[in-house]
């Protein structure tokens, strides 16, 4: 195989392993925070990107106006979903409030696949920008994909600074490590939690016009997304968010050569396989993490 | 003895009405009928894990669609009906085998989580080969009409599913699960083998939803990829199951039915967002159902459905008639005054920097009552679960009985004699007092049956002063009950070394010295050898014959108590170096 034809899948596969990274980013973090496995995360991501192509459909917006238009009306809608769904089942017993928060993520994934698919069509769509291209010999980088990849390794430093340095970032790593202790120090955890709903929320809806960008998004695909970025905390660690980064490039470019060397059909089996793998392989480095 | 009348009256009349409904009405009703058997195989089947264990397998829909695809592409294959249904149970039995492997690493809702991932995963799997499965073309069955067969087929298997259940709630079985659903580490220590366990029950919920999944597959006569592995569907018996009421008997059929209700009108009144009112209904059951429609209080204050909301189990073990009897079942161990019975050497643990428990070595004899103590922090709890295999050692040998504990799992360590209680109590908090203790008799070595367990668990609920409190739920216990509980339970595991964990801490002083009166019976009486760990100091001098006197994860004194109250070190680290000095 031609070093440049590997060269070209390495890119695409570290552009898509970032993207998935993202996707990861939210979920763990939601997850750290509020114990919540959001199922309904990935879907958010498909939502958001038919969203974006729509817009940018009618309106030929540059991209980073449709973040504008389309990220805070996500983080809006993840505070307020987590505040009137999620929050109230924190009084039930543990038991119950793991299968309520399964079923009402689940349910809102099937209803916003559902309503989206009805109103918008189910048909692929993304972002289609017209752009340069950087050509290094035989190796083709649209200029898009840069402007993607800068995009999330800034989205990634800036929650890195935030949780590291902002009070509120704080705050919240003080609720992942021990909720009842931070309480005690002052911290609201009812609004840290549905503040993470919303940043997480918010991450993945960036993530959506990114991927909508170079990739096709329909309303259904999200699931898929999910498992990956479960798959990738997994892998990386919950709120570790270089471990998440690596470990998503990580997915993106084994799906890639996959994609490549078998056939595309065969890509999204790997980050199941992968799970499945470690589950069976690294149950001790797991442990530590998985339940208290 | 096992099956009460309350279940057995529910099982003739869902027998009758599943004879009655293909005489009274048409092809619809009973098309309708079957697929309400069929959803109620999957949501009772689901709940095995689900009620039972307490392990949310929201990939259960995956069974039903391998069993389909295997019934049908047997039958287009030109295999007979019955080795094609056969299929439809070991494919699915088979695969869920595999899955268990990885799967049970997880708990909780990451358990939940990898498992609703596995049916996308058999979706592609079955777009992907399509070399065997036909891919997103689906599989047609020639033309045929078995609506009667196949409707005959699913009543059978329904009531086979009931009688499953039934089956399942009242054995030593039932309880292994009823334990892992509670807590998995106390399970372990009173015995319980948790893999098997789980193994089997996901084996058996794979082959009935299989066998379902054929059936339904049979009438329908045509399945393609998006019917069998679509994420809409999968979580259809998981939200059937919730909605009447998890771990209750009757609970998933009553789900089944409104549900399945619910979605024929919906077919006829709706022709789009189908999915958004189902996805709604998820929604709004997981935001206020999610212990069930017959746990719900209003339904529970009407007397004639009250039952229906208690779980089923509890009925089978108040049946069993009390005995309390002043002596305990257990055969005194032959006394053997210089035999060894524990063994530690050189024993380490550390927790990353901090070395809890640090080249210790004891030696403990048969018959000895020996009093643990040491500062906060100094090891003793780690000790304790160093030798009922809660941590393994880093370094150092552990024998007992002579034979090594090293590498043993939990429960063989508890099988082989070795019973402990827990600092913060662990009880099953969902089973009685009786339950609690009868599963320790049923698990440990000579374990014994379940209705025999019933009984014999009442005398030693009198011993630690539970008796009436048998048919209390263990969560409905203060903590003095449930560290009594913790007790009954250990002793119940007939342990020939007891480790106890601060039993005494918070008793009254007569209590103090009723409780010391007990481990001494438990020596002399039964010749259990005890390792105690008390800080109420005056309680151990009462009755220990050695003291060992553990700091910072090592044995600074280990003599007769009268000595090591004198030890220089002993008064300086635990008894309090100022008193010492300033006398």
Redesign the interface.
């Known amino acids: 195989m031609p070093i440049d034809i590997i060269i070209q899948i390495l890119l695409g596969g570290i552009l898509l392993g970032g993207l998935y990274a993202l996707v990861a980013f939210g979920l763990s973090l939601i997850y750290g925070v509020a114990r919540i496995l959001n199922i309904a995360h990935g879907t958010m991501l498909a939502i958001t990107g038919v969203v974006a192509s729509e817009l940018y459909a009618a309106t030929s917006w540059n991209p980073l106006l449709l973040m504008v238009a389309v990220v805070p009306p996500v983080f809006v809608f993840g505070y307020a979903f987590h505040a009137a769904l999620l929050r109230p089942l924190a009084r039930r017993r543990k038991h119950e409030e793991i299968i309520g928060t399964v079923l009402i993520t689940t349910g809102l994934l099937i209803i916003m696949s559902d309503v989206t698919g009805v109103v918008a069509g189910t048909a692929q769509r993304n972002i289609p920008l017209a752009g340069a291209v950087l050509a290094f010999g035989d190796v083709i980088v649209p200029l898009t994909q840069v402007w993607i990849f800068a995009g999330i390794l800034v989205l990634t430093l800036a929650l890195h600074l935030f949780l590291k340095r902002s009070w509120f970032g704080r705050a919240v790593r003080g609720v992942t490590q021990d909720g009842i202790g931070a309480a005690i120090c002052g911290v609201n955890s009812a609004r840290a939690h549905a503040m993470t709903f919303a940043i997480g929320s918010g991450i993945v809806a960036v993530a959506g016009v990114l991927y909508a960008m170079t990739y096709p998004v329909d309303p259904y695909m999200g699931f898929s997304l999910t498992v990956k970025a479960f798959t990738i905390i997994i892998v990386g660690g919950i709120g570790n968010l270089a471990g998440a980064l690596a470990a998503g490039i990580l997915l993106g470019v084994a799906e890639s050569f996959t994609a490549f060397l078998w056939a595309p059909q065969w890509a999204p089996l790997i980050s199941v396989v992968v799970l499945l793998v470690i589950l069976v392989v690294f149950p001790r480095g797991l442990a530590a993490w998985r339940t208290a | 003895m096992k099956f009460d009348a309350g279940a057995v009256t529910g099982l003739v009349v869902l027998a009758a009405v599943i004879a009655v409904v293909p005489l009274l009405g048409g092809a619809y009703l009973t098309t309708v009928a079957l697929s309400m058997l069929v959803s109620f195989v999957l949501a009772e089947s689901w709940d095995w894990l689900g009620g039972e264990m307490?392990y949310?397998n929201?990939g259960h829909y995956a069974f039903y669609g391998i069993g389909a695809y295997s019934f049908c592409l047997f039958l287009v294959g030109g295999a007979a009906l019955a080795p094609s249904f056969v299929a439809a149970v070991a494919v699915p039995a088979v695969f869920a085998a595999l899955l268990a492997?990885?799967?049970f690493?997880?708990?909780?809702?990451?358990f939940?989580?990898?498992t609703?991932?596995i049916v996308?995963?058999c979706g592609?799997?079955t777009?992907?080969l399509s070399g065997i499965t036909k891919g997103s073309e689906g599989v047609s069955l020639p033309p045929h009409y078995v609506l009667i067969p196949a409707y005959t087929m699913a009543g059978l298997l329904a009531l086979a599913t009931v009688a499953a259940t039934l089956a399942l709630t009242g054995s030593r079985f039932g309880y292994a699960l009823k334990a892992i659903r509670n807590d998995e580490q106390a399970a372990e220590v009173v015995g319980v083998r948790l893999f098997p366990a789980k193994l089997r029950v996901l084996v058996l919920s794979a082959g009935f939803a299989g066998l379902a999944g054929a059936v339904q597959a049979w009438q329908f006569s045509f399945i393609d990829p998006d019917s069998m592995f679509g994420?809409?569907f999968a979580?259809v018996p998981?939200?059937m199951a919730?909605l009447g009421g998890?771990g209750l008997l009757w609970g998933p059929l009553v789900g089944v039915v409104l549900l399945t209700g619910a979605q024929q009108l919906l077919l006829i009144k709706l022709s789009?967002?189908?999915?958004?009112i189902?996805?709604?209904?998820?929604?709004?059951?997981?935001?206020y159902l999610?212990?069930g429609l017959l746990r719900a209080r209003a339904l529970q204050r009407i007397p004639i459905l009250a039952p229906l909301g208690r779980e089923h189990h509890a009925r089978i073990a108040r049946r069993v008639a009390a005995a309390a009897g002043d002596a305990l079942p257990l055969p005194p161990i032959a006394a053997a005054a210089d035999a060894s019975i524990l063994g530690c050497r050189d024993l380490t643990l550390s927790f990353g920097g901090l070395v809890a428990v640090d080249n210790l070595t004891l030696n403990v004899a048969k018959g000895e009552i020996i009093g643990l103590v040491g500062p906060n922090g100094s090891g003793k709890t780690t000790l304790f679960n160093l030798i009922s295999g809660v941590y393994r050692p880093q370094r150092g040998a552990l024998a007992f009985d002579g034979r090594s504990l090293v590498g043993l799992r939990r429960d063989q360590v508890a099988r082989l004699g070795i019973g402990r209680t827990y600092q913060i109590p662990r009880p099953f908090g969902d089973l009685t007092v009786r339950e609690n203790i009868a599963i320790a008799l049923m698990f440990r070595e000579d374990g014994i049956v379940l209705a025999e367990a019933m009984a014999e668990a009442a005398p030693f609920a009198a011993f630690a002063g539970l008796v009436a409190r048998l048919e209390t739920r263990a969560d409905a216990l203060g903590l003095q009950e449930r560290k009594a509980l913790e007790l009954a339970r250990a002793l119940a595991g007939r342990p020939k070394l007891l480790l106890i964990d601060e039993v005494a801490s918070g008793l009254s002083t007569v209590e103090v010295r009723r409780f010391v009166d007990h481990i001494r019976e438990i020596r002399d009486r039964y010749g259990i050898t005890v390792i105690w760990v008390e800080h109420i100091f005056s309680a151990l001098a009462q009755v220990v014959d050695r003291l060992v006197v553990l700091d910072a994860g090592r044995v600074i004194a280990d003599a007769p108590l009268a000595d090591a109250v004198r030890d220089a070190r002993v008064l300086a680290t635990y008894l309090g170096a100022a008193s010492g000095a300033a006398r």
């Open positions: 307490g949310l929201l492997v990885p799967m690493r997880l708990k909780g809702d990451y939940a989580f990898a609703l991932a996308p995963l592609l799997l777009d992907n994420l809409s979580l998981v939200a919730l998890s789009m967002l189908q999915a958004t189902y996805g709604a209904t998820i929604l709004l059951i997981g935001r999610p212990g």
